[in-house]
């Protein structure tokens, strides 16, 4: 399984933007999905999952109300809506998926990566 992030950009404090991971190869269905973010210099962090379902989601308390993770089985695509963005949101967004059930944080919950793509927020 490949999974292809973009979306990334430069954008003003308040702005918004929107990220996509389509997953491609040999898919064997749905599977749970998660964006995380790396600063520079500071570990990879949680940011958002989605369940292989879809029916549940689960968000860092930090971006709880402004981010919307959703997705696409149809497409095998996740989105990240993100709304009221602040500098602290700066980073390399990854977006992550495992084909185990439920909502996962830890990085090592997730087996396969795409490539990140990079979010800039100015003040």
């Known amino acids: 399984v490949q999974l292809q992030a973009s979306g990334g950009g430069l954008v003003q404090a308040g702005g918004s933007l929107r990220l996509s991971c389509a997953a491609s190869g040999r898919t064997f269905g749905p599977y749970g999905m998660a964006w995380f973010r790396q600063a520079p210099g500071d570990e990879r962090v949680f940011v958002a999952a989605?369940?292989?379902?879809?029916?549940?989601?689960y968000y860092e308390e930090s971006v709880q109300g402004r981010f919307t993770i959703s997705g696409d089985n149809a497409k095998n695509t996740v989105y990240l809506q993100m709304n009221s963005l602040k500098p602290e949101d700066t980073g390399v967004y990854y977006c992550?998926?495992?084909?185990?059930?439920?909502?996962?944080?830890?990085?090592?919950?997730?087996?396969?990566w795409g490539q990140g793509t990079l979010v800039t927020v100015s003040s």
């Open positions: 992550a998926a495992t084909s185990d059930y439920g909502l996962y944080s830890q990085p090592d919950d997730y087996t396969y």
């Open positions: 989605i369940s292989r379902t879809g029916a549940s989601t």
